[in-house]
């Protein structure tokens, strides 16, 4: 098989899992701001990284199937905590604020960046980190720095594309290698990737049932 193929379509049985876990309820459970600050290491938990904008709220918000869960919106920087989300029975899944975003004061991005990183390279109960990756854009130096960092720390991660309904065949092909390129050089990068609309829906079974899956 192609090392960093797009993941098939989950069997009848993953699916349902995957179906049956984000059915259940999901809530917020609190917005962290320093490491002090998180939960309990308790049970396992996902979270998803990514450049400002690309799309992590949303797909929280699909995911879920609630549209306000996560707060999205077309100001970069939107994300500003470390927000946490509980589900019935499953893993804590962790919105992260964007990275890579100059438009903010440089004190406040520093700080967010710090915190960034320490909760990606120190968080024990962190299961798998998904990386969101613009399917028009494909990887660009930010993302191979928070990469690198999670190759440093063994955090198995795994790039979701995201916006899939805003890139035409042809140019995702482009991005789908250039992506692959990219991950051929991370020793943590889970060999697999999903390609999502948040909009459109693509991709949103396929996910639940890997966040399913997971141990
Ligand atoms: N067309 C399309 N737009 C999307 C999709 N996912 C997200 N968007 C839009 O992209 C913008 C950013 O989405 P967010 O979910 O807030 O992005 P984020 O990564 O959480 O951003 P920060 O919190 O600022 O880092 C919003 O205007 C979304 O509506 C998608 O699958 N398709
Ligand atoms: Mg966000």
Not at 105 to 114: A, D, G, S, Y
Not at 123 to 149: N, P, Y
Request: overall charge positive.
């Amino acid at each position: 098989m192609l090392p960093f193929a797009l993941a098939p379509d989950p069997d009848p049985a993953m699916r349902e899992a995957g179906r049956k876990l984000f059915a259940g309820q999901t809530e917020f459970l609190k917005g962290v701001v320093a490491m002090a600050g998180l939960p309990p290491a308790d049970r396992p938990e996902i979270c998803f990284a990514g450049r400002s904008n690309v799309g992590k709220s949303s797909l929280i918000n699909a995911l879920t199937g609630r549209r306000g869960l996560a707060r999205a919106s077309n100001t970069p920087g939107r994300t500003q905590e470390i927000n946490y989300f509980t589900t019935t029975g499953g893993p804590y899944l962790v919105d992260l604020p964007g990275y890579g975003y100059a438009n903010a004061p440089l004190k406040v991005v520093e700080k967010w960046q710090r915190l960034l990183k320490a909760y990606l390279s120190g968080r024990a109960s962190l299961r798998r980190a998904f990386v969101l990756v613009d399917a028009r854009h494909g990887t660009k130096a930010v993302d191979e720095e928070i990469m690198t960092l999670l190759d440093s720390a063994a955090v198995t991660f795994q790039v979701v594309l995201t916006k899939a309904d805003k890139v035409k065949e042809k140019d995702r092909d482009k991005v789908l290698a250039q992506v692959r390129t990219t991950l051929a050089k991370h020793p943590a990068a889970y060999p697999e990737l999903v390609l999502t609309s948040a909009e459109k829906g693509t991709g949103i079974e396929t996910l639940r049932a890997i966040i399913a899956g997971m141990e």
